[in-house]
């Protein structure tokens, strides 16, 4: 699959504020230039994002719902549903977590 340059940058950067602690705050020139991504396309990028809905600071919830909420709900489900048909309870005792 390929992706845009504009997703992208936009993964890369949110990804550079993932993998920081909850509550950090970083300047936008720092989260550009430790995923090397230019800083300019990156501030359009992150607006765009703010302006459709994305929370960034309150955490997703089913009573609050983050614009991508559905779509990871979903997904959960599915995970979750093969991991319940594949385990079993002889996998259980033995402690091999799937």
């Known amino acids: 699959m390929r ?6 940058y936009a993964s890369e950067g949110l990804l550079a504020l993932a993998a920081k602690p909850r509550g950090t705050v970083l300047l936008l020139r720092d989260i550009a230039g430790s995923r090397d991504v230019p800083r300019s396309f990156l501030a359009k990028i992150f ?29 959960r489900h599915r995970i979750v549903d093969e991991l319940m048909e594949r385990t079993t309870l002889a996998d259980l005792a033995k402690g091999n977590n799937p």
């Open 3 to 8: 992706i845009g340059r504009e997703s992208a």
């Open 47 to 75: 607006q765009k994002l703010a302006r459709s809905g994305i929370r960034w600071s309150d955490r997703c919830a089913d009573a609050n719902p983050c614009a991508l909420h559905s779509c990871w709900k979903q997904a």
